[in-house]
C-alpha cells in the first residue's frame, strides 16, 4: 500500500483537541508519527484535513448509497441492517452492521451478545424494549461486556399509530399523534435504569426538547451516556413541511419548530454528542401512499455536513459531531481521530466552502472532487 | 369553479358561497339532469357508507352522470393494488370525477396529485369531510339566512372526527362561531389555537348555543380506554330531554348519521320539532350536486 505525507494542512482532530496547521504522514492504511520513505508529498496548505466522517445509522440500499457517503466525506457506516453483498465494493465506506440486543430485534428475550463477532453496538432498529426489566437486564449484560446499547426510545402504548409530533399540525392534517411523552419517559426510563446497571447508553435520533434536557441533566451527574440527532429532525419540524409531504414522514414523527430548535442548541452545545444520518432512501412505491401508510425514511446522508457546515459553531464542534463525537458514543478506538494508529480514514475539505474534496478510506483516496488540489 | 373538493379549509369564502348558491338554485329549480351526460363519475369507496354513498349516486345520477361504483369487497385492492394504481387505471377509462372515502387522511389529495381528473373527497380518516360540512351549513342558512352572530356547539369524538373539522372550518368561513364540547380524551384543547371554545362540560356548553350538532360516538373507543363505558358517556355527553329543555327555544339539533339511538342521543328528541337530522340527509343531494357542478 502507498505511502503519504499531507503537509501544510489545518490539521482539525477534535479527539486530540488539535486545530492547527501541520502534516499528516499514513503508511499501510495508518497514520505514522514518521514521515514514510519514497511517499507522494500532497500539499494542503489552505485546506482541511479531519478524521473521515462516521454515520451512527446508515440504511445502505444500493451502491448509490455508498457513492454518496463518500462524497460526503464518510468512511464509516453502522447499519441497521447488514447492506446486501451485492452493492459492496473495494473502496466504498467501511459498513458495519449493528447487532440485535435481543432476539430477532423481538424484544422478548437476549440476543446472543456475548457471541456476536465483534457486534459490540447493540441496537434494535426502531423496534423499542417496552419491558423495563428486560431492559435493566441487556444493560446490565452489555455492560460486562464493554458493549453499547443503542436506544430507540419509543413507548409504544403512547406512539399508538401516530406519525407526526402531537400538535396543531397533526390536528389540521387529521392523522395520529405521537406525544413527545412516547420519547421522553423512556428516555428518563433507560437513565435512570443506567444509573443501576451501569455501562454506557447512547440514545438514538432524540426528536423532543424534553429528552435532550434530560440527557443533559443524566450528563451533569456524571452518567455514561451519549445521544445523535439526526437532520431529518434538525432540518425539518411539522409546520414547516407541506400536508401529508412524504418528506415529512420520519420517524421519530416531526415535532414542533420549538423541538428542532431545542435539538439544535443541544447540538451545538455538545450535549448532543453527534449528528447521524438515519438515511434510508425509499423507492417511489414506497411514498406513493397515503401518508400514514408510507414507509418513514429519507435521504439524508448529504444533509449531514452541509447542516454542520451552515451551523453558528466553530470549526473544530462541527468535526467532533461527525467524528469524534460518533466514536465517543460507540467506544471505539480505531476511528474517529488522527492519532498515531488510527486508520488513515480522512477527508480533505474547502476551508472557504465547506466542500469535500477527498475522502481517504484506508489510506486510499476513493472520492476525489475534481482533478487536483 | 374549483378544481378539486379535498377540504374546507383550502377553501375561499367566494367558494363556499358559490357552492351553496349552486344548491340553492338547484333545490328551486331543479337538477338539469344533462348537466353532466356522457361523464363518469367514479365512487371509490374504501370505507363503509350508505348515506354518503347513496348521495353522492342520487346527485350524480340525477346530473345525468354515468356511476362507478368501485366497490372494495370485489375489487383487486384486495389483491393488493395501492390506491393510486386503482385510480391510474380507473382513469384511463375515462373519467370525469372521482369521490373517495378512505381510512386514511391525505388519500383523496395523494390522488387528485398524481391524476388527472377532479377528486372529491367523501370522506378521509379523520381529516375533512367537506361535503358534509356543506351540507350542514346549507341546512343552517336555510334556517337563519345568515351565519354571523350564531353559535354551533359540536358535541361528541372531535378528535377523530372528520365532520368536526370540516364543519369548524365552514361555520367560521361563514361567520358563526364553533364550541367543541365532550371528554377531554376526546376533545383536544389544542383545537382553541383554531379558534374554536373547547370546554367538557355539557351543561356548561348548551348556553347560548344556536344550534347543537351531535357527533357519532364509536363503539371502539371503549376498548381503547378513551371513555370509561357507553352508560357514563351517554350521562354525562349524550343529548336527552332533560338537556335539550336547557336549550333556547328554537335551537336546531343536527348529526350527521348514522345516531346510535340511547348512546350520543335519545330516542325522544329524535322526535323533536327543531330536529334537523332528515333535512340534512335530503339537501345532501342538491349540495353535492352543486359541488359536482363546481368542478371545473
Known amino acids: ?373 | 369553479m374549483i378544481p378539486h373538493l379535498l377540504s374546507i379549509r383550502e377553501l375561499s369564502q367566494g367558494d363556499v358561497l358559490d357552492i351553496l348558491g349552486r344548491a340553492s338554485k338547484l333545490k328551486r329549480e331543479g337538477a338539469q339532469c344533462t348537466a353532466l351526460a356522457g361523464k363518469v363519475v367514479v365512487k371509490l369507496f374504501y370505507e363503509p357508507s350508505t348515506r354518503t354513498s347513496c348521495s353522492f349516486e342520487v346527485a350524480a345520477a340525477g346530473l345525468g352522470a354515468h356511476v362507478l361504483n368501485w366497490n372494495i369487497a370485489s375489487s383487486s385492492s384486495v389483491k393488493g393494488e395501492t390506491l393510486l394504481d386503482t385510480a391510474r387505471n380507473l382513469a384511463a377509462m375515462g373519467v370525469f370525477a372521482f369521490v373517495i372515502r378512505h381510512p386514511n387522511a391525505g388519500a383523496p389529495a395523494l390522488v387528485a396529485k398524481h391524476i388527472g381528473c377532479a377528486v372529491v373527497n367523501a370522506g378521509d380518516g379523520r381529516h375533512e369531510h367537506p361535503s358534509q360540512a356543506l351540507l350542514d351549513a346549507f341546512t343552517l342558512l336555510e334556517k337563519w339566512g345568515d351565519m354571523r352572530g350564531r353559535r354551533v356547539l359540536i358535541v361528541g369524538d372531535v378528535l377523530h372526527s372528520r365532520v368536526a373539522r370540516s364543519n369548524l372550518y365552514c361555520l367560521q368561513l361563514l361567520g358563526a362561531k364553533v364550541r367543541f364540547c365532550g371528554p377531554p380524551t376526546l376533545v383536544p384543547k389544542a383545537f382553541e389555537a383554531f379558534g374554536a371554545e373547547v370546554c367538557f362540560d355539557l351543561d356548561e356548553a348548551l348556553k347560548e348555543v344556536d344550534a347543537v350538532m351531535v357527533l357519532r360516538l364509536q363503539k371502539e373507543r371503549q376498548q381503547e380506554a378513551l371513555i370509561p363505558s357507553a352508560q357514563e358517556y351517554q350521562r354525562r355527553w349524550g343529548m336527552d330531554l332533560r338537556r335539550m329543555s336547557q336549550l333556547k327555544e328554537g335551537t336546531f339539533l343536527m348529526h350527521p348519521g348514522p345516531v346510535n339511538r340511547g348512546l350520543e342521543l335519545a330516542s325522544e328528541v329524535m322526535e323533536g320539532p327543531f330536529n334537523l337530522i332528515l333535512e340534512q340527509v335530503a339537501n345532501g343531494v342538491v349540495v353535492r350536486q352543486a359541488i359536482l357542478e363546481s368542478l371545473q
Open chain 1, 1 to 373: 500500500m502507498s505511502a503519504l505525507i499531507l503537509k501544510s494542512a489545518q490539521i482539525v482532530d477534535p479527539a486530540n483537541n488539535r486545530n492547527t496547521v501541520g502534516d499528516i504522514y499514513i503508511e499501510n492504511g495508518l497514520i505514522t508519527s514518521t514521515p514514510p520513505s519514497g511517499a507522494e508529498v500532497w500539499d494542503l496548505a489552505g485546506h482541511c484535513l479531519a478524521p473521515g466522517f462516521i454515520d451512527l445509522r446508515c440504511t445502505v440500499r444500493s451502491r448509490e448509497d455508498l457513492n454518496l457517503a463518500l462524497e460526503q466525506g464518510y468512511t464509516t457506516l453502522f447499519c441497521p441492517q447488514k447492506p446486501p453483498e451485492e452493492v459492496l465494493f473495494s473502496g466504498a465506506p467501511k459498513c458495519i452492521p449493528l447487532g440485535p440486543l435481543t432476539q430477532g430485534r423481538g424484544g422478548k428475550e437476549l440476543a446472543g451478545i456475548g457471541l456476536g463477532a465483534g457486534a459490540h453496538i447493540l441496537f434494535d432498529g426502531n423496534q423499542p424494549i417496552g419491558n423495563a426489566g428486560l431492559m435493566r437486564r441487556a444493560m446490565q449484560y452489555a455492560a460486562e461486556l464493554n458493549a453499547v446499547v443503542m436506544v430507540h426510545a419509543e413507548d409504544k402504548t403512547l406512539s399508538g399509530k401516530g406519525v407526526l409530533g402531537e400538535g396543531a399540525v397533526a390536528l389540521a392534517w387529521g392523522i395520529p399523534c405521537v406525544p413527545a411523552s412516547a420519547e421522553a419517559t423512556v428516555v428518563a426510563r433507560d437513565l435512570l435504569l443506567l444509573e443501576e446497571a451501569g455501562g454506557h447508553l447512547h440514545f438514538a435520533h432524540l426528536s423532543c426538547k424534553r429528552s435532550v434536557q434530560l440527557v443533559e441533566e443524566a450528563k451533569r451527574r456524571g452518567l455514561s451516556v451519549t445521544a445523535d440527532v439526526s437532520p431529518l429532525h434538525l432540518n425539518a419540524w411539522d409546520a414547516k413541511a407541506a400536508p401529508y409531504s412524504p418528506l415529512a414522514r420520519v420517524w421519530p414523527p416531526l415535532r414542533t419548530e420549538e423541538d428542532s430548535c431545542a435539538l439544535r442548541e443541544g447540538l451545538k452545545c455538545g450535549s448532543i454528542d453527534a449528528l447521524a444520518s438515519d438515511h434510508c432512501r425509499r423507492t417511489k412505491d414506497e411514498v406513493e401512499e397515503p401518508f400514514e401508510l408510507c414507509m418513514p425514511g429519507g435521504e439524508s446522508l448529504n444533509a449531514v455536513w452541509p447542516t454542520l457546515w451552515a451551523m453558528d459553531m466553530p470549526l473544530l464542534d462541527k468535526i467532533a459531531r461527525v467524528t469524534s463525537g460518533p466514536a465517543r458514543a460507540l467506544r471505539l478506538a480505531w476511528g474517529g481521530h488522527l492519532g498515531e494508529g488510527a486508520l488513515a480514514d480522512a477527508v480533505i475539505i474547502d476551508l472557504k466552502t465547506g466542500h469535500i474534496l477527498k475522502t481517504l478510506v484506508d489510506g486510499r483516496i476513493c472520492f476525489s472532487r475534481g482533478a487536483t488540489l
